[in-house]
């Protein structure tokens, strides 16, 4: 596998001087390596690898099954494929923050969040959730900050409390995770732009929206979020949702009509898969494989 030979260093800088030029990111999610190289041709701004598409792909809940082995060698695959910084869930840090920051930044990501729920955690759009103590939760920013090498390696902090404790304890906790050392925070689950827009005038760091379809944040647009003072817009699950609708609509019409012939309009071609993969770069003669095996490590 070809990896692009960036430096992690380079992506983690490059990253903390866009957030300070005060321009709002946006970060699609990604589920593999090659919709990573798409949002990077589109021209985003970096890429998202959300804990939830990592159990989807698995077959699983998003209940904290997943372990840090499922969700890393997804990420470094990920994060590795294209020039943009990668920013990774975490979930709840995977028992060990410390290990959890060592590893996602070995890997080359440029940042990660860890959230406040409980181990069995819940996507944060759902029902049910249990949050572990403010104390708890500083302990592990401490933790996580503590363990990072390279200081523009963004530690970011999720907080779950709006839809479990309200607006009130939510501001409480995000003071506490900033003093804590958090360098970004990402309110999960704000209903709309006057929540929004609390978090805000509340937080003094770099702030994160969730861009989420189907849950209980009203879909917010680039420049209203721009407006609203925030920083990262992520679209964690929506490559993976067009993905799947299309491939059940596909395989239903297969099923029904025993051929592919009228789906042939509504699928990349292979001249645009070998543009993407990049196809002409390896077909070379002379090239050996080994030429095209140098990873982006630190």
């Known amino acids: 596998m070809h990896f692009v030979n960036t430096k992690p260093r380079e992506k983690r800088s490059s990253l903390l001087s866009n957030l300070k030029s005060g321009k709002l990111l946006t970060f699609p999610g990604a589920y593999n390596a090659l919709v990573a190289k798409l949002i990077k041709d589109i021209g985003f701004d970096g890429i998202y690898v959300s804990g939830g598409v990592m159990s989807n792909d698995l077959g699983i809940p998003d209940i904290g099954l997943t372990t840090l082995e499922h969700v890393s060698t997804r990420a470094k695959q990920i994060s590795q494929c294209t020039l943009l910084p990668t920013i990774v869930d975490a979930d709840t840090g995977f028992s060990s923050c410390k290990k959890t920051v060592e590893v996602f930044e070995k890997f080359g990501l440029s940042g990660l969040h860890i959230e406040d729920q409980v181990a069995e955690k819940r996507c944060g759009h759902l029902d049910n959730k249990e949050l572990i103590t403010k104390d708890e939760m500083v302990n592990k ?145 002379g090239k050996k494989i080994t030429d095209f095996s140098t990873e982006g490590h630190e």
């Open 141 to 285: 920013i401490k933790e996580a900050v503590k363990a990072k090498i390279d200081n523009n390696f963004l530690i970011i902090a999720r907080t779950d409390a709006n839809s479990v404790e309200g607006i009130d304890k939510t501001i409480d906790r995000i003071k506490a995770y900033e003093d804590a050392g958090a360098d970004m925070i990402f309110p999960e689950a704000m209903k709309n732009e006057k929540e929004f827009e609390i978090i805000r005038k509340n937080a003094r760091t770099f702030l994160l929206a969730n861009m989420t379809e189907f849950g209980k944040s009203k879909l917010l647009t680039k420049n209203e979020l721009n407006n609203l003072g925030y920083n990262i817009v992520i679209y964690p699950v929506t490559t993976q949702r067009l993905a799947l609708k299309s491939v059940e609509d596909g395989l239903n019409v297969i099923f029904k009509d025993g051929h592919q012939n009228n789906l042939i309009k509504n699928m990349q071609t292979r001249k645009r898969l070998y543009e993407l993969v990049e196809y002409e770069k390896y077909n070379q003669p």
